[in-house]
């Protein structure tokens, strides 16, 4: 052992088959966070260590170490952290609040480390025998040629007493991971898959290779940062408490008396890299995203209109039919914010062009839209058309800067434009080059109100092997696409968002939406689960996969509403606006060969039943927007789990049939065609869910059924929270930012209540500057609710007031209601509906920015 | 108290009266008139709040001086969008919204007096087409009328002339049988005659002594009629056909001839010219060739045609079959046991068969007529049931195909019947759909639905939708794809026309309240 620096400790392992070294590097971190990794001490070809992921070098923290005896070291860090490094046979044993023994790393002895050797193992060294596809494979067709041989590392990752791990995105899987004791291991490859299974562990267009844990006392995390092609395996085990050696044992004897713990047992697997891994010891569920997000990073506060209403279609055709769509809106009356241009709107898919028969005057055309408060999106993919007359390509040749065959030659693949070539993003010239061409000067026919889609970016290459780049392809610095597949996305779209930053010289927040992600793609772009169906099946699928985004730190995600291929029938497009409208990104988006499907297009009930469904995302907006402001401070996910505000009810820990939007909404949507009833679980014992429609309460702890019809969206606010929101129309959120707000005060049981409210401009920087925001405390305590600041320092202009309080589960019918700012007070008139209790005051008044009290007597 | 009551029309100010409190349209609450458009909504129905946005189902009235006063949702008010030309909706936004009441006002005559201008000549045209339209309406009812009372006419008349095509049959068949009967009776005599000249010939052929007499050795050198040619023609068994050792003529022609006619060969020295004896038993081949040469021609002939053209095949067919009848019914089996061919019928059949022909043909034309009256009874009849418009003003462009030229395609619309879609860089034509129906209320014939069409890959039946819209000439003025195979055109015709809007006078001030 050495100590590098305090929290910086370095050991030596060997493989004492072969005898080949390794380096062991531990890292302490700040926030229970702890780094391990593991590379080949001297290795004959330097090992891909992830670039591009880590926001900051995370910040060390002193360890105290205590060698327990020769085989194991101690040590402890932080308030409450340990772990116990054993050395023979190589272990790593985890605790959290000193005695709560959480994870358990190569405790199934499955570490397997391929360290790259010379072919027929000239070196000397024990050899490993040479199996077939060490040094070549094939499939189907494609052979991948494997010039530095076999490298992959295996580690098994043990969660002691856990029964639940989520994460490890991307698949169309239920959200509590399923044993692969029978399927294929949960794969990490970034694919363009044609017409996706749902319920399998195939890899679908990201990878985030990052799961978390949770049991009724603790959360914690694991993230192996390595962007190669990955495996991971999933066993439910029973841990036999006597096989451990006494000193942890200990640790279990103070609360458990059980011989034996539930353990899941995960085996990783990547095909090269190292092992660098991150273990974050919660304790609770906010902890642990937290701790993540400190690594990898948070979602910046989107503009508040990309988290309105998008409308979408593959494609809308010309400059008229955007003008139709637009127009439809209006006359339906069914508010909208963004119209989306897919790939058919550039001259013969050569992007940052127009069809000029069909967009003659994009400038004119966005500046249309953009009258209404409204934004345009195209799109922009990673594959650049093969002709020496398109300027992007013939710039990029001209400068080298496509990927490179094995041979040295360009790279040539097949995708919309025919043949085509991809750019090099590792390079940080062509990076910065890329992100140029969306400058106004390059991108022609673009406007400040147009923003980007990143499609086909994992990439998807239609003749390549599974749809995708060979591994043996070269990047930049000689890297193999085998070490890095899995952020070649990701780096599209972070260039993507510096380009759409640098064009509003950093004023604008930029937005970008992309299918292919890894970690850290939350900074950069909002990510949608791609080429989904029109079915039930696949609506009912969406909350497990968001949910699996939204906790492995991914918070602006959403589905194709209506489902990208075939034709949804007019219940299911219906029931799809409901759910999505409580879903963080929202955007309808249909293939090519189906039917026209703008909201009116299902007949007037229908139509009534999506503009009321888009209605209610709006009056929730300034609450979304709130979320995201502590998303982009505190890691935390709009759309969490339910077990993530109520992290000690095991009845959530499976649940995905259900979500949480903040601690304050429960969200149940329906997702069976013809159902009169449906069957929630209300979480939290002694917790109170008003129904937002009926403003019914319902008990928490119980299963209740509840009946429906074509109106409902059931959705309840959690007793004890105070939701902001706008109950004025209009046509977009951006026309309705001085609006006023009305407060929806639920209580709990203590007839206690708490929200916030976050406020700026919604679009620029200014808020990070200039300390141009608002942000608000409400809390109502005895009988008083008060306004106060969360941050005096934020200033924010606005007229926005508020214009009604909405108190449910207040006993009964108040005598007198006074509210004081300052040296004003004022009697606001109040009604109250015994039925129901709830009381609601009218035209208060306040400014949104000044402090207050009302007082209820 | 404001003085001027915002978002308020004219016609409803009497309801909201300062002095008195203000009571929701709907009745439901009553409430001091300071709650009126205080950007708070207290009435269900909006109505309080006539000049703010707080009414999620308020309206908002701009007066739009010089112009129109409209009424547009409350939801935008105040939203930066200028959506009244006078302002009025953003009343106390930073926004500035210029009056544009006038130059609306001035533009929107301009349009309109455009549009009167286009119905009125378009309406010209339409009833033009109208008057057309209701003349052959008339004169196609008048036909159908015709029609049915010459159908009625021949019909009987069709009767007349299966009657006598019967009788004429009847008589026809009748002396035709009588003739054949005859024929063959004088065949058969014939016949008997010509067995009674081989018996003859074979008879001295075999009397080589000329004996009149058959003997043993006489027949025995016949090897031919050995019935075991593996062994000798033996005495006895020569005796065994002969009957006896010799055989006279008379015993010749009652027992030995039926033994020996089918294998009796001449000896071949003894050649005669005569063709006419032994026949049966030769080869038939010389009447084979020049039937198959003219056969194996008339395939190349059929095959060239085929491939030659390909929408005549009807007419191909029909060849075929005509050119078959000169052909032998059957390959090979050429046995014709006569070589006798029947004589002509006698004047009198004769003439029954002209008599008869004359009544089938009488007849045949008839029954064609029918079906020509039918035919075209059920084409009127199917017409008359197309739904033209309400004045059959769409009657005339019935069948008439329209063309639009666009990048890659030429659309085709053939009114009433079918739409196409033609790719000019060759490839065959595609319908994209038939004649379906009208639109639905409340403007039915602005649409037209051509339905059904080719199936798309992966996808629907492709269908086309023209709007209609007044123009002076029948054209399609665009075609477009919105959905993947469902097609919508616009189509110009004085049919579309509108004789309200042609009438409409130019009102310079027009205060419509909506």
């Known amino acids: 052992m050495k100590t590098v620096t305090n929290g910086h400790l370095q050991f030596v392992i060997t493989n004492t088959q072969n005898n080949v070294k390794f380096q062991l590097d531990l890292f302490t971190l700040e926030e229970n966070s702890l780094r391990m990794k593991i590379n080949e001490l001297e290795p004959i070809r330097k090992r891909y260590e992830v670039q591009n992921v880590i926001v900051n070098e995370p910040k060390l923290v002193s360890v105290t170490t205590s060698k327990l005896d020769v085989n194991q070291l101690e040590g402890h860090f932080g308030k409450t952290c340990r772990f116990i490094l054993v050395s023979n046979p190589f272990r790593l044993d985890l605790f959290t609040n000193e005695n709560v023994f959480v994870v358990s790393v190569n405790s199934k002895q499955l570490f397997n480390f391929e360290h790259y050797r010379k072919k027929q193992s000239s070196d000397g060294e024990t050899p490993l025998h040479d199996e077939d596809g060490m040094w070549e494979e094939t499939y189907k067709t494609h052979t991948d040629s494997k010039p530095h041989g076999p490298s992959s590392i295996g580690i098994d990752i043990n969660f002691v007493n856990f029964e639940n791990v989520y994460g490890i995105p991307e698949h169309a899987d239920s959200f509590s991971l399923k044993s692969t004791h029978d399927t294929d291991p949960y794969r990490l490859f970034n694919v363009d898959v044609f017409e996706y299974d749902i319920q399998n562990p195939m890899a679908l267009y990201g990878s985030i290779p990052y799961m978390l844990a949770h049991n009724e006392q603790t959360s914690v995390g694991f993230f192996w940062l390595n962007a190669a092609e990955g495996w991971i395996d999933i066993t439910n085990n029973k841990l036999s408490t006597k096989n451990l050696f006494s000193t942890i044992k200990n640790f279990f004897g103070t609360t458990k008396v059980e011989n034996e713990l539930p353990e899941i047992t995960t085996h990783w697997m990547f095909e090269s890299g190292i092992f660098d891994g991150f273990f974050f010891l919660g304790p609770t569920p906010r902890d642990v995203f937290r701790q993540y997000g400190l690594i990898t990073g948070t979602t910046p506060l989107p503009p508040l209109w990309a988290i309105a209403y998008h409308q979408c279609r593959w494609n809308y055709n010309d400059e008229d039919d955007i003008k139709n769509v637009n127009a439809g809106f209006e006359h339906h009356m069914i508010p909208m914010d963004v119209l989306w241009l897919d790939i058919e709107h550039t001259n013969g898919k050569r992007y940052f062009t127009w069809d000029t028969g069909k967009f003659p005057n994009p400038e004119k055309m966005q500046q249309d839209i953009a009258l209404y408060g409204r934004k345009m999106v195209t799109i922009s993919d990673p594959h650049i058309k093969k002709d020496d007359n398109y300027h992007i390509y013939a710039d990029a040749k001209l400068k080298q800067y496509f990927v490179k065959s094995k041979d040295g030659s360009d790279y040539e693949g097949w995708c919309w434009p025919g043949s085509s070539m991809w750019l090099d993003y590792f390079n940080p010239e062509i990076f910065d080059w890329y992100a140029s061409r969306y400058s106004y000067q390059h991108y022609k026919g673009s406007t400040s109100t147009l923003f980007l889609w990143n499609d086909m970016n994992e990439p998807s290459v239609f003749n390549g092997p599974e749809v995708t780049f060979p591994k043996d392809v070269v990047h930049y610095g000689d890297l193999e696409n085998r070490d890095v597949h899995n952020i070649y996305g990701m780096l599209q779209h972070m260039a993507t968002f510096k380009g759409l930053l640098d064009r509003s010289e950093g004023r604008e927040r930029p937005f970008i939406l992309t299918r292919s992600f890894f970690a850290g793609s939350q900074r950069t772009a909002a990510v949608w689960t791609g080429d989904n169906a029109a079915q039930w099946s696949h609506l009912k699928m969406v909350v497990p996969m968001l949910l699996s985004l939204s906790v492995t730190g991914i918070g602006l995600v959403g589905a194709d509403v209506g489902g990208f291929f075939k034709n949804p029938d007019p219940k299911l497009i219906v029931r799809w606006y409901q759910a999505a409208s409580f879903q963080p990104f929202f955007r309808e988006h249909a293939h090519i060969d189906t039917a026209r499907r703008e909201p009116w297009l299902f007949g007037d009930d229908n139509t009534r039943l999506i503009r009321q469904a888009i209605e209610t995302r709006y009056t929730y907006l300034p609450y979304w927007y709130t979320l995201f402001y502590k998303q982009e401070k505190q890691a935390l996910p709009p759309m969490l789990p339910l077990w993530a505000v109520f992290p000690h009810d095991t009845q959530t820990f499976k649940k995905d049939d259900s979500f949480m939007i903040g601690n304050s909404l429960l969200v149940y949507p329906i997702t069976d065609a013809d159902v009169t009833e449906v069957s929630i679980y209300f979480p939290g014992n002694n917790t109170i869910w008003y129904d937002i429609r009926t403003f019914i309460p319902y008990n928490g702890s119980e299963t209740l059924l509840i009946t429906v019809d074509m109106e409902s969206i059931p959705v309840y606010q959690r007793g004890g929270s105070i939701i902001p929101q706008r109950l004025r129309k209009r046509r977009s959120s951006m026309l309705a930012i001085n609006d006023p707000i009305t407060l929806i005060v639920t209580l709990d049981k203590n007839n206690e209540a708490r929200g916030e409210l976050y406020m700026d401009d919604g679009h620029t920087y200014d808020y990070k500057k200039k300390r141009q925001f608002i942000y608000r405390r409400f809390l109502f305590k005895n009988n008083e609710l008060t306004s106060s600041s969360l941050n005096p320092n934020g200033k924010f202009d606005t007229t926005a007031w508020i214009e009604r309080i909405v108190i449910m589960g207040y006993p009964r019918n108040p005598n007198k209601v006074s509210i004081n700012s300052g040296e004003q007070t004022a009697i606001p008139l109040h009604s109250y509906h015994d039925k129901q209790k709830v009381v609601i005051i009218r035209r208060p008044g306040p400014s949104i920015s000044t402090d207050w009290t009302l007082t209820i007597s | ?514």
């Not at chain 2, 196609?140 to 010459?150: G, S």
């Not at chain 2, 021949?154 to 009748?174: G, I, R, Y």
């Open chain 2, 1 to 514: 108290m404001r003085t001027v009551l915002r978002g308020v029309k004219r016609s409803m100010l009497s309801k909201y009266i300062p002095s008195k409190p203000f009571t929701c349209f709907d009745g439901s609450i009553s409430m001091p008139f300071d709650f009126v458009n205080d950007d708070y909504c207290d009435c269900r129905d909006g109505s309080d709040e006539p000049g703010t946005s707080a009414c999620p189902n308020g309206q908002f009235f701009c007066e739009n001086k010089g112009y129109v006063g409209i009424v547009v949702p409350s939801q935008f008010v105040g939203d930066g969008v200028c959506d009244c030309c006078d302002g009025s909706d953003e009343y106390e936004n930073e926004i500035v919204c210029n009056n544009t009441c006038f130059i609306l006002a001035k533009k929107t005559n301009e349009q309109r007096e455009t549009q009167r201008l286009l119905h009125e000549q378009g309406v010209a045209k339409k009833n033009e087409m109208i008057s057309k339209a209701n003349a052959f309406k008339a004169e196609r009812a008048q036909r159908l009328e015709e029609l049915e009372e010459q159908l009625k006419r021949l019909e009987v008349d069709l009767q007349v002339k299966l009657d006598l095509k019967n009788q004429a049959e009847e008589l026809e068949t009748a002396s035709k049988d009588k003739h054949e009967e005859a024929w063959e009776e004088q065949r058969a005599a014939r016949e008997l005659l010509q067995r009674d000249e081989q018996i003859k010939d074979i008879f001295n052929d075999l009397d080589t002594n000329q004996d009149k007499s058959i003997s043993i050795e006489e027949l025995k050198i016949h090897t031919e009629l050995d019935d075991e040619k593996e062994n000798e023609f033996t005495n006895d068994e020569v005796r065994t056909i002969l009957g006896g050792d010799s055989a006279t003529f008379d015993e010749f022609n009652s027992t030995v001839f039926d033994q020996i006619s089918n294998s009796y060969k001449k000896i071949t020295q003894t050649v005669t010219n005569d063709q006419t004896t032994g026949t049966e038993s030769s080869n038939p081949t010389p009447l084979d060739e020049p039937s198959k040469v003219t056969r194996s021609e008339n395939y190349d002939e059929t095959d060239n045609e085929k491939y030659d053209s390909n929408d005549m095949d009807d007419i191909d067919n029909k060849d075929d079959i005509s050119n078959e009848k000169d052909q032998p019914t059957s390959l090979g089996h050429t046995k014709h046991v006569h070589d006798d061919i029947a004589p002509d019928f006698d004047e009198e059949t004769k003439k029954l068969i002209q008599i008869a022909d004359q009544a089938r043909k009488v007849f045949e034309d008839a029954e064609e007529k029918v079906q020509d009256i039918k035919r075209e009874i059920e084409d009127l009849k199917k017409r008359l049931e197309i739904d033209f418009g309400p004045e059959d003003e769409f009657s005339t462009m019935f069948n008439e195909c329209y063309n639009y030229e666009e990048r890659e395609y030429t659309y085709r619309v053939c009114m009433f019947k079918t739409a196409s879609q033609i790719p000019k860089g060759g490839g065959s034509e595609v319908v994209i759909g038939h004649w379906e129906s009208w639109g639905s209320e409340p403007n039915k014939y602005s649409v037209m639905k051509y339905t059904n069409g080719v199936s798309c890959w992966n996808g629907p039946s492709r269908a086309l939708t023209v709007q209609l819209q007044c123009g002076i000439e029948h054209r399609a003025i665009d075609v477009r794809e919105p959905t993947k195979c469902k097609y919508s055109m616009i189509f110009e015709t004085p049919a579309a026309c509108d004789k309200d809007i042609a009438s409409k006078p130019l009102d310079q001030h027009t205060h419509t309240e909506f």
